[in-house]
């Protein structure tokens, strides 16, 4: 089992930056995949960006070329940094691991891009 918090959201201006963060209460080394997906109200929850033990990543079209996902074993956290935010980037991001046990989530944080 592990347990996820998310951290860094907020309100910034479009063409902003914001850098979120997901700390684990235990090593993520051996999580397979860990996930940032985001909902925005009344919008179905959207896959943000992955990335495996090994590195790979992978990007929703909508944040290509703007979000850059990462991990930091040594300190249990994965990141997630979104650089010239859209007020379509406004919504609850949640980060995710996958594990053999099962997926766990964070409690989410809010980002919220204003015109």
């Known amino acids: 089992q592990v347990q996820l918090v998310e951290s860094g959201g907020g309100l910034v201006q479009a063409g902003g930056s914001l850098r979120l963060s997901c700390a684990a209460s235990?090593?993520?080394?051996?999580?397979?995949?860990m996930t940032w997906y985001r909902q925005a109200p009344g919008k179905e929850r959207e896959l943000v960006a992955t990335i495996t033990s090994g590195g790979l990543t992978n990007y929703g079209d909508s944040v290509k070329g703007r979000f850059t996902i990462s991990r930091a074993n040594a300190e249990n956290t994965v990141y997630l940094q979104m650089n010239s935010l859209k007020p379509e980037d406004t919504a609850v991001y949640y980060c995710?691991?996958?594990?053999?046990?099962?997926?766990?989530w964070g409690q989410g944080t809010q980002v919220t891009v204003s015109s």
């Open positions: 235990r090593s993520i080394f051996s999580i397979n995949v």
């Open positions: 995710t691991a996958a594990t053999l046990m099962g997926s766990y």
